[in-house]
């Protein structure tokens, strides 16, 4: 699978919850949608596949677009429907996403609805007039204004996940693919294989493998090598390092295996990357009809 950044325009849109409520969302890219239904009053049905959820007030469900969800509001329901790439959440230099995404996908995949309460409830709505405000209209900066809006807003549904996972049977898993990423964010300059997390975590690669695949729907080798791939990126953004810096900084003596891992993984060579960073440092938004 290749890095999202490096080949998909990022996706965002905002709207009331009432607005388009029968219709599937649709984009322009070809990267994973997250949808995320909030419920501040009235209900709401979602159909996500066989399943069929009904939303009150101050509820919060979160899915995947690509499971082509139909929904029904009630008129009077007030609340948003939130849709993103997770090249959204990489254009803000991967902060929440490899803290947390990992995490966070874990909730969409298990289709549960989340009850939110203050001080949550006041945060999200205002987050979400902010990010409204911002979608609404064109500025400058929009993209990575929308990003680190989406991103403070993901950070305080991981407090509330956090919490909610401590209650059901997908906590033990997560705490797994939590301790995965954070031992990935301390050695992934040095460690490149499954089997040296496994061993760090003290459980078989095939285990780890399974847990991590069944949590992100990626195998764990692959958010390995994306995350090398994007500090690569970052480094290459930042510092324009040359690939021979970015090699030795991330623990490869050989520039040709850098070279052929980093095409292999994101799709694109170093050199391709590189002039697209310094060519297109800010991504428009596509506005889409939904």
Not at 261 to 268: E, N, S
């Amino acid at each position: 699978m290749s890095l999202p950044i490096t080949k998909q325009p990022a996706f965002f849109s905002i709207h009331p919850l009432t607005e388009k409520a029968t219709t599937t969302s649709t984009n322009n890219t070809k990267d994973e949608i997250i949808e995320m239904f909030l419920v501040l009053n009235g209900k709401a049905v979602v159909h996500d596949k066989e399943i069929r959820v009904l939303l009150n007030s101050n509820h919060l469900y979160c899915t995947s677009a690509s499971r082509n969800c139909q929904t029904h509001i009630e008129k009077e329901s007030e609340g948003y429907i939130i849709r993103f790439s997770r090249t959204l959440l990489y254009s803000s230099d991967g902060e929440f996403n490899y803290s947390c995404f990992s995490a966070f996908q874990t909730l969409v995949l298990t289709g549960k609805v989340m009850q939110i309460e203050d001080p949550f409830l006041k945060e999200s709505k205002k987050l979400c007039e902010m990010m409204m405000q911002e979608f609404s209209h064109e500025h400058d900066f929009k993209m990575p204004m929308l990003s680190a809006f989406l991103n403070i807003f993901l950070f305080h549904m991981m407090r509330k996940i956090n919490n909610y996972l401590c209650h059901t049977d997908v906590s033990f898993r997560f705490a797994l693919v939590n301790q995965f990423n954070l031992l990935v964010e301390q050695h992934f300059k040095t460690n490149k294989k499954v089997s040296d997390y496994a061993a760090l975590l003290s459980i078989t690669p095939n285990h780890l493998n399974d847990t991590i695949r069944r949590a992100t729907g990626q195998s764990a080798g692959n958010l390995i090598r994306q995350r090398i791939v994007l500090e690569a990126v970052r480094q290459a953004r930042l510092t324009g390092a040359t690939m021979k810096e970015v090699a030795y900084s991330l623990g490869f003596n050989d520039n040709a295996h850098f070279s052929k891992f980093f095409k292999k993984t994101a799709g694109r060579n170093f050199t391709e990357i590189k002039k697209y960073l310094f060519n297109k440092t800010i991504v428009s938004i596509p506005q889409t009809t939904i």
